[in-house]
């Protein structure tokens, strides 16, 4: 019996200067794509303290089969 394993998923996430954050809906299979997302998001013009990261997340599914 193989144990499952945990899959990671990326969420990209804009901080604001006030500390509020935004996660984006869409999610990445792997940090590489999160963090050239971020390359594309960096070349447009962003308001001044705001910050974009790329930040990690078990998924939801590498669980499933496990309950009971």
Not at 1 to 16: D, E, H, Q, R, T
Not at 19 to 44: H, I, N, W
Not at 46 to 59: L, R
Request: net charge negative; glycine share 8%; with cysteine.
């Amino acid at each position: 019996m193989a144990a499952p394993s945990v899959a990671l998923v990326w969420y990209l996430v804009i901080a604001g200067p006030q500390g509020g954050m935004v996660v984006l809906p869409s999610t990445f299979d792997t940090r590489e794509q999160c963090t050239s997302a971020v390359t594309e998001y960096q070349k447009q013009p962003t308001p001044a303290g705001w910050s974009v990261q790329c930040v990690p997340s078990a998924s939801p599914f590498a669980e499933e089969g496990e309950s009971e």
